[in-house]
């Protein structure tokens, strides 16, 4: 640890061969049979080390120097298994996601400069690799590691320990989380603070328990990362991967079709942020002028050269899949305008966390009966919309935690403001569904709690669909959720968490969360968006259909019914909802991007 803290200084020093020096030093000592080394810090070490050579390169132009980081950062990544076989809990991994952010940030960087110094398409492969490895790194773990209860062998008492273990965490935590900001009740916080830290210590244990199982280890070494040759082996002509990668002040831009890969850079600072935020500011302001600049200039870091590859190599794409990165998270790409038309006009479009989790979600065995589950709470009566006192805990802890924090909520004093439009789009989607012989089921009003999620039902449903309110807690994103009918006699708080949806069992190949910015959450490194897509994707769910901004009700309506009488005419889901988009671009009333 004192090496790597001297190597630091040097380096920041410029002291380039001095910090390598210590770094070795340290590296040495897993060799040493005296000395025990915590695995964490010798992947540190090796990082560090990739990190210095890159330096290097940039000092001295030096192609060993830059041979020598990719060849550090290989032996980096065969340390990256070891290191977070040592990490117990999701809090955890998502702190560790960092340090490997780092390590595959420098081996794209590294790849994509060895490229362009050799003109060798091998290290454009390479590169991929990286980008793909600082991608969703904790669900993708999470979501194998939720495989274990599938394996013969495992002990099975320690997977029913683990469960309940995990179930009085979340309602630990839950009832800290809604103590939040409440100096009342201080002494009540301390109590349960000091239960829920017990249960992770237990927690921890039983984890480890599990994790010693031979098979376990087996199923953890399993994961690989997609190849480009696996991507392209997956997509037809006429699809196209596009995959965002950060490179400190440069934007790497992957192209992958089925017969080719090519990488582009663009400018990428701090004022792209800001880019982000004016083009969804104008999104949902409707303002059209403000809109078509700063679209312009978005386009013109993340796809005009990527359609301008296109063009040149005579390509014929109308299906992209799009997997992007930090900012790029935050707005639709298929708002995109350029020549006056949008990106939609010309492509369809879907996206993903990472292709290695495209295809994980892609070999789930998911229900494909054609039966449909919806729920809308509606909010019509004071009955059902009259905030339940666990719900207003909710509310108020939220906004206890951070002015920003809770987004897409909608109240007026204890009441949930009605959402009308939701009812004639579940009644519609009912009727499509019966009318295409298609078994539906129906809940609204006061039947669309909370406890019948709960109850096992939605592992029943190919399609699984909410029209209801929902919020982001960038704050915690394990308290983003969806208001379910509200009831003052439940047992529940009529609130489905982001923490919740991780313990339910669900097998759809589509849910759909018709409510405010369901598409949001906190933006981790290595990870991307954490908040509800990221708990459905772990429950079993194999795609989803989410919002990014707080939608109208009317439109709303109007989109899902023309997407989902695409869906059930045949149609692909990414066919199904350009279509209904499309739909809306052709009206008068609808035609501006808030609306789709």
């Known amino acids: 640890r004192v090496q790597l803290g001297l190597a630091e200084i040097a380096t920041n020093q410029g002291d380039f061969m001095s910090a390598l020096n210590l770094i070795d030093e340290a590296i040495k000592l897993k060799t040493d049979p005296k000395v025990s080394l915590n695995q964490t810090l010798l992947f540190s070490a090796l990082v560090a080390q990739v990190d210095i050579y890159y330096q290097l390169y940039r000092k001295e132009k030096s192609i060993d120097h830059l041979k020598k980081s990719l060849e550090s950062a290989i032996e980096a990544d065969k340390q990256l298994a070891l290191a977070e076989s040592e990490i117990i809990n999701e809090e955890d991994r998502v702190q560790f996601s960092v340090y490997k952010s780092l390590l595959t940030s420098i081996g794209v960087k590294a790849a994509v400069s060895l490229y362009a110094e050799t003109g060798d398409q091998s290290y454009i492969s390479q590169a991929y690799y990286y980008s793909e490895k600082s991608k969703a790194n904790v669900l993708l773990q999470s979501i194998q590691e939720s495989n274990i209860k599938t394996i013969k062998g495992v002990d099975r008492e320690l997977l029913k320990k683990e469960r309940e273990l995990r179930y009085n965490i979340e309602n630990l935590e839950q009832e800290v989380f809604k103590l939040t900001g409440r100096e009342d009740e201080r002494n009540k916080m301390q109590l349960l603070s000091s239960r829920l830290f017990d249960q992770k210590r237990i927690y921890q244990e039983v984890v480890?328990?599990?994790?010693?199982?031979p098979k376990y280890r087996q199923l953890n070494a399993s994961l690989e990362i997609t190849s480009v040759d696996r991507v392209q082996e997956h997509l037809n002509d006429g699809e196209a991967v596009i995959e965002f990668a950060p490179g400190d002040s440069t934007l790497f831009t992957f192209v992958i079709t089925k017969s080719d890969i090519a990488v582009f850079s663009a400018v990428y600072d701090e004022k792209f942020s800001g880019l982000v935020t004016a083009i969804r500011n104008a999104i949902i302001f409707k303002s059209d002028a403000?809109?078509?600049?700063?679209?312009?200039?978005?386009?013109?870091?993340?796809l005009a050269e990527v359609e301008t590859y296109f063009a040149n190599q005579n390509l014929s794409i109308g299906q992209l899949t799009i997997v992007p990165e930090g900012p790029l998270n935050y707005f639709p790409f298929e708002s995109l305008k350029r020549n006056g038309k949008y990106l939609i006009e010309d492509y369809e479009i879907k996206y993903s966390y990472s292709t290695t989790l495209s295809g994980l979600l892609a070999d789930r065995e998911n229900e494909a009966n054609g039966q449909i589950l919806s729920f809308a709470p509606v909010f019509a009566d004071q009955s059902t919309s009259r905030l339940t006192p666990g719900a207003l805990d909710v509310f108020e802890a939220s906004r206890s935690v951070s002015s920003e924090?809770?987004?897409?909520?909608?109240?007026?004093?204890?009441?949930?403001?009605?959402?009308?439009?939701?009812?004639?789009?579940?009644?519609?989607i009912y009727q499509l569904a019966t009318n295409n012989g298609r078994r539906a089921e129906l809940l609204v009003y006061d039947q669309a709690k909370e406890e019948v999620i709960k109850s096992g039902i939605l592992g029943e449903y190919e399609f699984i669909h909410f029209a209801t309110h929902g919020f982001v807690n960038e704050s915690n994103p394990a308290y983003s959720g969806v208001f379910m009918s509200q009831n003052e006699n439940s047992s529940e708080d009529c609130v489905l968490f982001s923490a919740e949806i991780y313990n339910l069992e669900i097998n759809a190949?589509?849910?759909?969360?018709?409510?405010?910015?369901?598409?949001?959450?906190?933006?981790?490194?290595?990870?991307?968006?954490?908040?509800?897509?990221?708990?459905?994707?772990?429950?079993?769910?194999?795609?989803?259909l989410v919002s990014q901004w707080q939608v109208?009700?009317?439109?709303?309506?109007?989109?899902?019914?023309?997407?989902?009488?695409?869906?059930?005419?045949?149609?692909?889901?990414?066919?199904?909802?350009r279509n209904a988009k499309l739909n809306l671009i052709r009206s008068e009333e609808y035609k501006q991007p808030y609306f789709w």
């Open 405 to 428: 924090g809770f987004r897409g909520f909608s109240a007026n004093g204890e009441f949930i403001s009605a959402l009308p439009g939701t009812k004639e789009e579940v009644d519609a």
């Open 208 to 213: 480890l328990g599990l994790r010693n199982n």
């Open 552 to 577: 109208s009700d009317a439109s709303t309506a109007k989109m899902m019914v023309d997407f989902y009488e695409g869906l059930l005419s045949g149609e692909t889901k990414s066919a199904a909802l």
């Open 290 to 302: 403000a809109f078509d600049y700063v679209s312009n200039k978005i386009y013109e870091v993340a």
């Open 509 to 544: 190949d589509l849910v759909t969360l018709s409510a405010c910015e369901t598409g949001l959450g906190r933006y981790a490194e290595g990870e991307g968006i954490v908040g509800l897509t990221r708990s459905f994707f772990y429950a079993g769910a194999k795609n989803m």
